[in-house]
């Protein structure tokens, strides 16, 4: 199994750009997350979803949107870049509440 | 809400002395405990948990977590630290009612050396 494949894996935005962050899991799992870390910050929660439809703001969602129309994606959309984004971006999966998340690579990017 | 704090920014021991990295929780209802490492330019990688039951918690690479209800920490531990452990370590947690929101801790650098 690929298990959480986030793409890209880098990639640099001017500010006032768009992206889009892929996240795609094959485990069937019902709950992600994208999750920001910055230097000596910890991981911060942007947005989680419970299902598909389903969507939730974490501790810092602004500047962000998500969607869930499937069980296996949920990209995170940046419309309108800002240096403060600047930051390293992961995904994660769990089945449930009680089991452990699986975390992608990250997606390190960088607005200039 | 529910807030995780790692009150050590970095901990430094020497190979073979054992390892405690500390880890104090906030949450509603009963906690889901969790304990994560990562190493350089990589993702998260799942050491242990604790859900229910005993309070000693074994987990990957000779880790263990020690749940205590009272002071609301989930320590981790290792009897013999090896400088391969040398990583950082977030400690994360889940409210029995907010079990789809993982909250995690700002992380602790160890620093293992010869």
């Known amino acids: 199994n690929a298990g959480v494949t986030q793409t890209p894996k880098f990639r640099i935005l001017k500010i006032g750009q768009s992206m889009t962050l892929q996240c795609t899991q094959d485990?069937?799992?019902?709950?992600m997350y994208w999750y920001r870390q910055d230097p000596g910050m910890g991981l911060k929660l942007i947005y989680y979803?419970?299902?598909?439809?389903?969507?939730d703001k974490g501790e810092v969602p602004n500047g962000y949107n998500v969607s869930r129309s499937t069980t296996e994606d949920f990209p995170l959309r940046l419309e309108l870049a800002a240096p403060s984004q600047t930051s390293v971006y992961f995904c994660?999966?769990?089945?449930?509440?009680?089991?452990?998340?699986?975390f992608g690579q990250g997606t390190r990017l960088t607005v200039v | 809400a529910q807030s995780v704090a790692q009150p050590e920014d970095q901990v430094n021991v020497a190979e073979g002395n054992p390892l405690t990295v500390k880890c104090t929780y906030s949450v509603s209802g009963n906690p889901y405990l969790f304990w994560y490492v990562q190493y350089p330019n990589r993702g998260l990688q799942f050491l242990l948990k604790y859900i229910t039951g005993d309070n000693l918690v074994k987990g990957s690479y000779g880790f263990e977590a020690e749940f205590n209800k009272s002071q609301t920490s989930f320590h981790l531990k290792k009897p013999s630290a090896l400088v391969s452990d040398s990583a950082l370590y977030f400690c994360a947690v889940r409210g029995s009612r907010t079990a789809s929101k993982l909250t995690f801790g700002t992380g602790t650098r160890l620093q293992v050396t010869l």
């Open positions: 979803s419970v299902g598909a439809g389903i969507t």
């Open positions: 485990m069937n799992h019902n709950y």
């Open positions: 994660a999966s769990s089945y449930s509440g009680q089991v452990e998340a699986f």
